[in-house]
């Protein structure tokens, strides 16, 4: 059988039950999670009552993002299509890259709402059990051991909902999406009669934390993750009945609903904020993730009004507040598995991930890593603020895929018929670039520290296991210089901002950029003609990953001194950086093996004798 005919058979033994609306109300779902009812406050806590402005940014950023995976998500119906269109765009390598980039990010989603459950619900749980689930320290933002144990625990629920099958969780998810639909409406309903205008005004100012705090907070606060759901248009797309109407559905229109809901959301929790009551003097605004709201922001806004029918009020949302990350972190479990579904059908995992279970219909060896793989990040993120940033700034590099993905596609398979063509793409194709590429600069340089450092992982991976099984590389050369640069990179970070901290910030920068220059023009030197060309497609995501690395620190997200490049210039800079990161991947992509094993013609089934017997006793 042909690469080709490999590609379609795969997604032929997944299940195709979803409705279009089942598809619209998985992605919604998958929104309307842990991130609305944290984030108005970590949010708040760092552009104060600007942040609504952060909010209409970031639906704009998300809708651009969508616009591009609508169109080739509907021309490609494919499960776990996230990380398997930029394999047809650039190649395997860059495939791999942004496979790994899904896995950081994707997978910590899962544990995000997880946490959320746990972080939400710990006051409750101690006053009615004694059992403390999380620390007294910074408002009871990290986890005790207790707490943990909690979160593995509803990781394994998420687990055995989806294990159930994708049949039941679009009927299932029906119902659950519409009671997380209407909470949250009558939330911010009800918090408006605690409404104090002058929180918007006085207390420092509209943007008591200057300009740059709008965008900082877009990134690192929940606003981003909190719209992440419109990937599950894209990657349960090949379950869906009519994906080119079920597909468009669930990335724009989903991302549209959820903005009038969080913006809302936000206005009335800033006008609801009594600062006694967070145990905070007026206008401490830095100060609110470590107030007495931190742990619990929308219900403490409704506990402390005084007013009855918001305190009973209040008990259904700590109900909520169970349902709708529950709700949420089995969609994106399932999300994740298909992930890495597809990673397995692109050849970037063994084939064993691309089995399905007959009876459930679901890729089981995929739920079962991202139950493990999900749990393991409790350790060093014990906490849904801790883990925000990481997981939107990973996930944003993903989606930096989704940009050039139209262009280069409309270029290289111009005969692939496309029931939705995006209008306008020479402006929202950059724009959803861009949107990404922001995000993940406006993550700030403590972020983007820790992103880099688990992002070039993939080279090692890449270089010792992907490229050998690709036959790019012999096994010894492969482990060889996988091996090396792996320690190498290791010892590198422990010297750097995240370890030791001994190397000053431009040396620790130029050591990193020169290893990695090494060793992938070493990769390019061993790899076959295929193999180099791969490489030569994927220059522009390391480069500009580096390269908004080193402006960050620079610039008004750099953590300490007065910035040397204050906003709104940075930005202005990481702008043209991200554009002229766009238009190289533009050039450079091109018309990969997988992409032509796709557009392969079916092989005829033989027509000897034997098969005309076998057809003829069926």
């Known amino acids: 059988m042909s ?25 919604i779902g998958s929104m309307v999670g842990s991130g609305w009812m944290f984030a108005v406050l970590s949010a708040g806590a760092i552009a104060g009552p600007a942040v609504i402005i952060s909010w209409a940014i970031a639906a704009g950023l998300i809708t651009a993002m969508a616009l591009n995976y609508a169109e080739t998500a ?3 119906p494919q499960t776990g299509g996230i990380v398997r269109y930029p394999y047809l765009t650039h190649g395997r390598f860059f495939g791999f890259l942004m496979s790994w980039s899904l896995i950081l990010g994707g997978v910590t989603t899962v544990s995000m ?19 403390r689930l999380v620390s007294p320290d910074v408002g009871g933002t990290s986890l005790t051991g207790s707490g943990i144990a909690c979160a593995v625990a509803m990781m394994l629920f998420f687990f055995a909902l989806n294990v159930f099958g994708i049949k039941f969780l679009g009927r299932f998810n029906q119902w659950i999406t519409w009671w997380k639909l209407i909470i949250p409406v009558l939330t911010f309903v009800l918090l408006f009669f605690t409404f104090q205008g002058s929180n918007f005004a006085s207390r420092g100012g509209f943007a008591p934390n200057g300009g740059g705090s709008i965008f900082n907070a877009v990134a690192v606060s929940g606003i981003i993750f909190a719209f992440q759901g419109f990937r599950e248009g894209v990657n349960f797309g090949g379950e869906a009945r009519n994906p080119q109407r079920g597909v468009f559905l669930a990335t724009v229109v989903s991302v549209l609903v959820t903005a009038v809901i969080y913006i809302m959301l936000q206005v009335a929790f800033i006008g609801a ?33 005084g007013i009855a029918l918001l305190g009973a009020f209040s008990t259904v949302l700590l109900v909520d507040a169970v349902i709708s990350p529950a709700g949420a972190g089995w969609l994106y479990m399932g999300d994740g598995a298909r992930g890495l579904y597809g990673m397995a059908v ?23 890593a991202c139950l493990v793989l999900g749990c393991l990040f409790f350790l060093p993120f014990p906490g849904w603020y801790q883990l925000i940033g990481f997981t939107t700034a990973t996930a944003s590099l993903t989606y930096l895929a ?29 724009l959803g670039f861009l949107a990404a590429s922001m995000v993940v600069y406006w993550a700030g340089f403590e972020v983007l520290s820790k992103v880099v450092a688990s992002f070039f992982v993939a080279v090692a991976l890449y270089a010792a296991v992907q490229a050998p099984s690709q036959k790019r ?27 030791r901290d001994v190397l000053p910030f431009p040396v620790f920068w130029g050591l990193c950029a020169v290893l990695v220059l090494a060793a992938v023009l070493t990769l390019r030197w061993g790899a076959d003609a295929e193999g180099r060309q791969e490489i030569a497609a994927s ?32 930005s202005a800079v990481a702008v043209g950086i991200g554009l002229a990161a766009y238009y190289w991947a533009r050039r450079v992509g091109y018309r990969t093996p997988d992409l032509k094993a796709l557009q392969e013609p079916p092989i005829p089934p033989p027509q000897g004798p034997q098969h005309r017997e076998s057809t003829i006793a069926a």
């Not at 003097?281 to 993730?289: E, F, I, L, N, R």
């Not at 692109?346 to 079962?368: C, D, E, I, M």
């Open 74 to 76: 509907t021309m490609l």
């Open 402 to 430: 989704g940009g050039p993905q139209v262009p280069v596609l409309r270029r290289t398979a111009p005969e692939l018929e496309r029931p939705f063509f995006l209008r306008g793409s020479a402006v929202v194709s950059p």
């Open 539 to 570: 220059w522009w995501v390391m480069a500009l990953l580096m390269v908004l690395f080193l402006l960050s620190y620079y610039g008004s997200y750099a953590p300490g001194s007065a910035p040397r490049v204050a906003f709104p210039y940075d």
């Open 473 to 499: 590389l012999t096994l010894r050369f492969g482990a060889s210089l996988g091996g090396g640069f792996l320690a190498l990179w290791v010892a590198l970070q422990i010297a750097g901002p995240l370890g």
């Open 3 to 27: 690469d080709g005919q490999l590609l379609a058979e795969s997604d032929k033994k997944l299940r195709r039950d979803l409705s279009s609306q089942q598809l619209m109300l998985i992605s």
């Open 346 to 368: 692109q050849g970037s995992l063994p084939k064993a991930f691309t089995r399905v279970s007959s009876r459930s219909g679901v890729p089981w060896l995929g739920l079962l």
């Open 113 to 131: 709402e997880a946490l959320g459950v746990v972080q939400y619900s710990a006051k409750y749980v101690e006053r009615w059990s004694g059992v």
């Open 273 to 305: 904020l009594d600062w006694d009551s967070m145990g905070l003097s007026p206008g401490s605004w830095s100060q609110m993730a470590s107030g007495d709201w931190a742990s619990q922001p929308l219900f403490s806004a409704l506990d402390s009004s």
